[in-house]
Structures are given as C-alpha cells and as structure tokens.
C-alpha cells in the first residue's frame, strides 16, 4: 500500500517552466516504476514520463525534449521538471506508483494550467 503526496502545479506562462514533486510513503520497498500522466478535459489519459528504480525512463512524444523526470529512491521522490511549457500542456497532472505485484497507486492530480 503506497500513499503518494503531490506538489508544484500552479499557474505558468507559455514559455515558463514548473517542477512537480511526487512523495510516496508506506509500502514502498516494491516500487519499481515511478512516472507522471496528465489528462486533460474531454481528452484521454496520456503517459507524460516514467522512470524505473534503476533509471530508465520514457516519455511521451508532445514533451520530448522539454520535461526530465527525475527521481531520488532514497527520498520516495520522484519529479518532473518541465520547461518550455506551452498551453497544450494544461491538464490535470496524475503521479503514479508500480509495484512488483502489478498494483498500481494513483495521486490525487494536480492542475498545471499554462497561459498563452
């Protein structure tokens, strides 16, 4: 059982950047892919950035190049930096949590709302 805590969304320029922070606590110890999706409205989730315990990670095609996920095993913590945001990036932010057993844990969402 992982309980994750998220941080960071807000309001931003076209141009600007934000960092989000995402902090899991409890049953940890199995995580092994941390990562970041968004969703915004009348639209399907979508996959942002994720990153495994060793580093690996992935992103999708629309932020390639501009968001780095991050992540610190020893603090549960893992980021996502994101430059260059554009207003196509406004959605409602969801970190999530993978466990060897194939559960998933899904944040509560934070809005990133990008003006033009």
């Known amino acids: 059982q992982v309980q994750l805590v998220e941080s960071g969304g807000g309001l931003v320029q076209a141009g600007g950047s934000l960092r989000l922070s995402c902090a899991a606590s409890?049953?940890?110890?199995?995580?092994?892919?941390m990562g970041w999706h968004r969703q915004a409205p009348g639209k399907e989730r979508e996959l942002v950035a994720s990153?495994?315990?060793?580093?690996?990670?992935r992103y999708g095609d629309s932020v390639k190049g501009r968001f780095t996920i991050s992540r610190d095993n020893a603090k549960n913590t893992v980021y996502l930096q994101m430059n260059s945001l554009k207003p196509e990036d406004t959605a409602v932010y969801y970190c999530?949590?993978?466990?060897?057993?194939?559960?998933?844990?899904w944040g509560q969402g934070t809005q990133v709302t990008v003006s033009s």
């Open positions: 999530s949590s993978s466990a060897l057993s194939g559960v998933q844990t």
């Open positions: 409890g049953s940890t110890f199995s995580t092994v892919v």
């Open positions: 990153i495994t315990r060793v580093g690996g990670t």
